[in-house]
């Protein structure tokens, strides 16, 4: 039962262009949206996050969207560096008060052409 | 500031032995997860403490599995006996109490079953 999903095993853009990463959920209760960045044998690092009262957070050159009717969200990095070439992952949680626990989609990755 | 360390990075054993894994979170995290990432998938919680309490390890499968905090700093994931659905990287991750939407990952440890 994937809660999350990342439906693009992988994305080639080309450098100074947009990149555009989607994610999916199914549970209805998830109230709180992050991205992660990995790098080979690297773990994980927190990117960008987004609060459901929210549709749209940005930083730099990240911006993620969220959508609830659609249970969509997206991260949008503009424009994209090679060395933002990584593997993302799109997480999600549910306010239980400090029990909080982070549901992970499949991963994207992400290859920027030079 | 130091991050989360782990230890080994890489382990190879066959079905059946045992296998012990180490983290030391960033110092003043009281809270602390073991996460496991299965090849092509997101990495899946399996035990989160607070201190040296455990908080959840509903996804710990505990016929096999066992995991320690003593002294509320380190731990250590056990896995006994090993199956061949194990291989897998094991993450830890360490956060500040509350903050758990911001949590620092260890490189992780890399368990192959032969």
């Known amino acids: 039962d994937q809660q999350v999903k990342q439906n693009s095993p992988s994305l080639s853009v080309q450098e100074g262009r947009i990149s555009i990463l989607n994610c999916d959920y199914t549970?209805?209760?998830?109230?709180?949206f992050l991205w992660y960045k990995k790098y080979p044998a690297e773990g994980p690092t927190f990117l960008i996050s987004?609060?459901?009262?929210?549709d749209k957070n940005e930083d730099g050159r990240f911006t993620v969207f969220l959508n609830k009717s659609a249970k969509h969200l997206s991260l949008h990095i503009v424009p994209s560096q090679p060395g933002d070439s990584a593997v993302y992952f799109c997480?999600?949680?549910?306010?239980?008060?400090?029990?909080?626990?982070?549901?992970f989609g499949t991963g994207t990755r992400l290859t920027i052409i030079p | 500031e130091a991050g989360v360390a782990q230890s080994p990075r890489y382990k190879i054993i066959e079905k059946r032995q045992s296998v012990a894994f180490w983290c030391n979170p960033i110092s003043g995290h009281a809270t602390l997860y073991w996460y496991q990432q299965i090849l092509g998938q997101g990495p899946k919680l399996l035990i989160q403490f607070q201190n040296n309490g455990v908080v959840d390890d509903s996804q710990l499968p505990k016929d096999r599995f066992s995991a320690e905090r003593l002294k509320g700093v380190d731990s250590t994931l056990k896995i006994q006996p090993a199956k061949l659905e194990d291989s897998a990287v094991y993450l830890c991750a360490s956060s500040l109490v509350g903050l758990w939407e911001t949590q620092y990952f260890g490189p992780g440890t890399r368990l192959l079953v032969l």
């Open positions: 549970n209805s209760m998830f109230d709180y």
């Open positions: 987004i609060s459901s009262i929210k």
């Open positions: 997480a999600a949680s549910e306010r239980d008060f400090g029990n909080e626990k982070l549901t």
